[in-house]
């Protein structure tokens, strides 16, 4: 049995079932309010929603279940008095010994040592001194990306739209970028990008460390310096735009993508769903489609919308798409079947 | 003092209660005290600058406001979700 929790435009469903059995709704949280991103902490066991309410401003709540009590967490909120407020929450990742991360928009990291119920605002990138700096992509200023490394604490990659890549080795204390290699090809050819770097998703192979994977804006990379330079994967793919990625932590050649046509035109590639393996860290691409919808399909995947469970031959992978569909496959990508058919845009997937 | 209305969701969080009279001499200054009698309101009516969120309106005794309208004993401050808002 697997548990989807899935952030929809019009609140949190949580989906459970079994790929190739089929899924079912089994609770819906906040209704009516956009929530952009929940996950279960591994750790705690909680489940953790960032709900953006237009009125209201992002609020971070946690719950024992989806149908209980949830309770609005503390210190998710930039200094008081300053020239800048929350915008938005985009991601939560568990990290090294039980610590939470959770990065949004503008650029801001907060931690967590509670399991979600406390935050702290991380104040070396807050007080980075490029911040002035920074461009938002379309997106906002986002960071939307938060890679630990599996037994070291101290290290830990952060992507944000348009700040690039940003690596730590020493517990969060200092930063410094990791974006030799990347050539964005929404500046002329002998433009210099600076910072303005527009990363959509990054990811660390388990079993490798050293070895990440991204999709940026227009083009695929891969690292096999932990996030220092970058080399350009994405020949063979039908595009090399898209949002998100996952990996299979028991290959680290592998990667997951799911092209769009472009970024003037953000729609599944000639009406065709198609998921997109490489086994050989990006040298060849394969697509995967068998159970996906095939002909005047113009979908859309959002960059938290591609989550994984598993591994190896075990391998589950989930998305869901702004028409309201949820895709799964128990086979690693070979066969899908719709897993939910017909909620609110979704924002995010992820497993628990 | 002003006395300030709400609605839900901010009702719920202060306590359950619509109607809270507060000292202050502009909207600004009575959604603060709001915020400083109601912690768990903290964040939902003003953001971390102290500005009124983008989607909340004010009317002062029935008139459209903002956070710099003066207001008195004998006003009602009504927090309310605006419209445009609605359209995510």
Known sequence: MTELLVGTKKGLFVLEGTPGEGFEVTARAFAGEPVEYAMRDP???????A????FYGPKLHHAEDAHGEWTQATGVELPEGGEQALERLWVIVAG?????????DPGVLFESADGGASWALVRSLWD????????????????????????????????MSAVGVWLTDDG????????????????PEDAEPGMTLCVHD??????????????FHGGVYRSDDAGASWTGIGAGLPSDFGFPMVLDPADPDSAYVIPLEADMDRVTPGGRVRVYETRDAGETWTARGDGLPSEHAYLTILRQALDRAGSGSELELYFGTTSGAVFGSGDAGATWAPAAEHLPPVYSVRTA | MTTV???????????????????????????AALERDQPALAGWILDERGRLRRHINVYVSGEP?????????????DVLPAISGGAR
């Open chain 1, 43 to 49: 750790a705690s066991g909680r489940i953790l929603a």
């Open chain 1, 51 to 54: 709900v953006t309410s237009a």
């Open chain 1, 96 to 104: 090294e010994g039980g610590r939470l991360y959770m990065g949004g």
């Open chain 1, 128 to 159: 980075h001194p490029t911040r002035p700096d920074w461009q938002p992509g379309g997106g906002g200023l986002c960071l939307h990306s938060i890679v630990p490394w599996p037994g070291e604490p101290d290290r830990l990659a952060l992507a």
């Open chain 1, 172 to 187: 969060l204390e200092t930063w410094r970028h990791g974006n030799e290699g990347l050539r964005p090809n929404y500046i």
């Open chain 1, 202 to 215: 990054l990811h660390r192979a388990a079993q490798r460390p050293e070895r990440m994977f991204m999709q």
């Open chain 2, 5 to 31: 209305r709400l609605r839900e969701p901010l009702k719920r969080l202060a306590g359950g209660r619509a109607d809270h009279a507060l000292e202050g001499a502009t909207v600004a200054e009575v959604l």
């Open chain 2, 65 to 77: 406001g903002g956070a710099e309208t003066p207001v008195g004993p004998e006003d009602r401050v």
